[in-house]
């Protein structure tokens, strides 16, 4: 079982540019969760998907895209990558919504 | 917008030691509650989740307790050892939200 696996692991984009990261979890969970973690700002959620077909805003979801290809797989997107964007994402998913959560490795990405 | 505050921010203690790591949140509505463990550069992984209808949870050497009367929840940890040095993490939600609110951790050194 790999759990919640995350691509890539690092990345630098230069403002204006786009990029897709991804998600997969094969723990067969419903509910599937975008956060963002920046120093003194504490882990926030962007987007969530509490089952396959649905997604919903969370606390900061301006700037990004999700998109919940089928259960395994949730990704998002920056459409135009802006400094203010640089911040390790954490993929997490659940059996079902609030429920206990699992944490990909996560993405440290930086745009310059 | 309900808070999740953990105080100290950072706690050094000798091995063997027992010890206890506080969370406090603003709202008593709340739905359930989580503790995770972070280590630098991963992701988070969840230790115990204890809903609103509860008072604890245990795992191993680890008891988390919950009093939503006076919006707390701690997390003892018995006889402490060095690998249990990371960052640890709580997280809640409220009744009627999908969206957790993190605190912003303690960082825990337990030395030899």
Same mark, same amino acid.
């Not at chain 1, 991804?22 to 963002?36: E, I, V």
């Not at chain 2, 680890?62 to 006889?79: H, V």
């Given at each position: 079982? *790999?759990?919640?696996?995350? @691509?890539? &692991?690092?990345? /630098?984009?230069?403002?204006?540019?786009?990029?897709? $990261?991804?998600?997969?979890?094969?723990?067969?969970?419903?509910?599937?969760?975008?956060?963002?973690q920046d120093p003194g700002m504490g882990l926030r959620?962007?987007?969530?998907? *509490?089952?396959?077909?649905? @997604?919903? &805003?969370?606390? /900061?979801?301006?700037?990004?895209?999700?998109?919940? $290809?089928?259960?395994?797989?949730?990704?998002?997107?920056?459409?135009?990558?802006?400094?203010?964007?640089?911040?390790?994402?954490?993929?997490?998913?659940?059996?079902?919504?609030?429920?206990?959560?699992?944490?990909?490795?996560?993405?440290?990405?930086?745009?310059? | 917008?309900?808070e999740v505050t953990q105080i100290p921010a950072a706690?050094?203690?000798?091995?063997?030691?027992?010890?206890?790591?506080?969370c406090?949140?603003?709202?008593?509505?709340?739905?359930?509650?989580?503790?995770?463990?972070q280590?630098?550069?991963?992701?988070?992984?969840?230790?115990?989740?204890?809903?609103?209808?509860?008072?604890?949870?245990?795992?191993?050497?680890?008891?988390?307790?919950?009093?939503?009367?006076?919006?707390?929840?701690?997390?003892?940890?018995?006889?402490?050892?060095?690998?249990?040095?990371?960052t640890y993490l709580c997280a809640?939600?409220?009744?009627?939200?999908?969206?957790?609110t993190f605190g912003r951790g303690t960082s825990?050194?337990?030395?030899?």
């Amino acid at each position: 079982n *790999a759990g919640v696996t995350q @691509t890539p &692991k690092f990345q /630098v984009l230069k403002t204006g540019q786009s990029m897709t $990261l991804q998600c997969a979890q094969d723990m067969n969970h419903n509910s599937m969760y975008w956060y963002r973690q920046d120093p003194g700002m504490g882990l926030r959620l962007i987007y969530y998907s *509490a089952s396959e077909g649905t @997604t919903d &805003k969370g606390e /900061v979801p301006n700037g990004y895209n999700v998109s919940r $290809l089928n259960k395994r797989e949730f990704s998002l997107r920056l459409e135009s990558a802006a400094p203010s964007q640089t911040s390790v994402y954490f993929c997490a998913s659940s059996e079902s919504e609030r429920g206990r959560e699992y944490f990909g490795p996560g993405t440290r990405l930086t745009v310059t | 917008k309900q808070e999740v505050t953990q105080i100290p921010a950072a706690l050094s203690v000798p091995e063997g030691e027992n010890l206890v790591l506080n969370c406090s949140f603003t709202d008593s509505a709340i739905y359930n509650l989580q503790w995770f463990r972070q280590d630098p550069g991963k992701g988070l992984t969840s230790l115990l989740l204890i809903q609103s209808s509860q008072r604890e949870q245990t795992s191993g050497r680890l008891n988390a307790s919950l009093d939503k009367s006076s919006g707390r929840s701690t997390l003892y940890i018995a006889a402490s050892q060095p690998g249990d040095s990371a960052t640890y993490l709580c997280a809640s939600i409220w009744g009627g939200s999908y969206i957790p609110t993190f605190g912003r951790g303690t960082s825990l050194i337990v030395h030899p």
